[in-house]
């Protein structure tokens, strides 16, 4: 894919500014990065403080009853979700999250999103805003069917941020909007990683936008 595929695509307008999401979305974030100062050589692959905090005004103008995510990992987008989900006073979140422990890799050479030794995927979200969160821990090639055949139907926003292969996003755009709402909408981070972005926005023939770094499309049809 083109480099600059996500700098040509337009902003998606989201909700108005917010000082106390700046503040949420910094807090969260350097709880993480705090935490791996003691493990130099991993990194833990937030979605970022930019894209936080759009996210949080995507979801905050748009009032989802029902977000299911993909990579959840030390939990900066879950939370982000979650702070929404509450300030809405509705909604739920289902996250689905196959975790890499730093003590545990069998991959020597991954360095990046990971979690550190003895901590569960989402650590970092704050106890008060648990409320409204199912974490299943899995493959999504497992776990996303499950999630989608208990909701039927009725998904109002999904975000991709789990593995980056063409495969992986491939099968988790489509199986996710087959259960999207009409109007819902389809993130993905790191839709540079590989053409299945591109490919499934030409397949399904919508726009794409951006907001921070995600793609974002919306399904028209039912
Ligand atoms: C980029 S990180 C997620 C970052 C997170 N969204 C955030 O903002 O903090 C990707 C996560 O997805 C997990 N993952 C990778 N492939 C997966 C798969 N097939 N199913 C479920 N989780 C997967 C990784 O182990 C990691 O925990």
Redesign the pocket.
């Known amino acids: 894919m083109k480099e600059s595929y996500l700098s040509e695509l337009e902003e998606y307008r989201v909700g108005p500014e917010n000082d106390d999401i700046q503040k949420f979305v910094e807090d969260v974030a350097k709880r993480?990065e705090d935490e791996f100062t003691r493990y130099e050589e991993y990194h833990?692959?937030?979605?970022g403080r930019n894209s936080?905090e759009k996210l949080y005004r995507l979801l905050v103008k748009e009032k989802p009853d029902i977000v299911v995510?993909?990579?959840?990992?030390?939990?900066?987008?879950?939370s982000v979700i979650l702070k929404a989900l509450n300030d809405n006073q509705r909604g739920k979140l289902f996250s689905?999250?196959?975790?890499?422990n730093i003590d545990e890799l069998e991959d020597k050479e991954r360095s990046?999103?990971?979690?550190p030794p003895g901590k569960r995927?989402g650590w970092a979200v704050p106890e008060e805003l648990r409320d409204r969160w199912t974490l299943k821990e899995?493959?999504?090639?497992y776990?996303l069917p499950k999630i989608f055949e208990n909701l039927s139907h009725n998904i109002d926003l999904f975000l991709h941020?789990?593995?980056h292969s063409y495969e992986?996003m491939m099968f988790e755009f489509s199986i996710a909007w087959y259960h999207l709402m009409k109007e819902g909408f389809l993130l993905s981070?790191n839709i540079d990683f590989s053409d299945a972005f591109s490919d499934f926005v030409e397949a399904k023939k919508v726009i794409p936008y951006k907001i921070g770094s995600l793609g974002l499309i919306q399904k028209k049809e039912r």
Not at 44 to 47: R, T
Not at 69 to 78: I, L, R
Not at 138 to 141: I, T
């Open positions: 993480i833990p692959a937030i979605l936080g995510e993909t990579g959840v990992c030390n939990g900066f987008s879950t689905v999250d196959l975790p890499a990046g999103a990971v979690i995927p899995g493959n999504s090639y776990e941020d789990s593995g992986t981070d």
